[in-house]
């Protein structure tokens, strides 16, 4: 079973965005003990004007963002999941433009804030958030346990892929 479905809405398809996204959601599931509950996430990578469409259709708030997660299950809901068969875990769209400038802005490989925004929405499918400050260090600690254990660390100074 693959626990990525990835779709490319009006950007141009990369290997390596795949790549970065594949090896981290393995990660995520793994370290959440979630490999073998038949789940899988989609993943729409896409530009940001397409983001800020579905932002304010969804969320209703008109700005163009980085990445949204549209969650299937509750928290709870989770802990005791049985599917006979495959089912979505939640959705990510996430805008490849953003990641590009924020990486940028932060001073670190495209790859990091990539696999940022991949880490951070898989956690909010999970039903984690960072609203309150003591959910927001619980999900910090979560989000930094997969980049580390991934070697993924901030401030790089390479560009691992170029527009």
Do not use: W
């Amino acid at each position: 079973m693959d626990i990525l479905e990835l779709n490319y809405l009006d950007i141009e398809e990369k290997k390596e965005y795949q790549n970065i996204i594949r090896k981290v959601l393995e990660k995520c599931f793994k370290e959440e003990k979630l490999e073998n509950k038949k789940l899988y996430v989609n993943v729409v990578l896409t530009n940001s004007k397409n983001i800020k469409q579905i932002n304010k259709k969804y969320r209703n708030i008109d700005k163009e963002t980085d990445v949204l997660s549209f969650p299937m299950y509750e928290k709870e809901e989770l802990d005791n999941l049985e599917l006979k068969n495959e089912d979505v875990l939640g959705d990510m769209v996430i805008s490849i433009e953003k990641v590009e400038s924020q990486a940028k802005e932060y001073g670190h490989s495209f790859e990091r804030e990539l696999a940022y925004m991949v880490v951070h929405s898989f956690y909010h499918l999970l039903g984690y958030d960072h609203i309150k400050s003591n959910e927001k260090e619980i999900m910090r600690q979560k989000e930094e346990n997969i980049l580390n254990k991934l070697n993924i660390k901030r401030n790089l100074e390479r560009n691992d892929i170029k527009k």
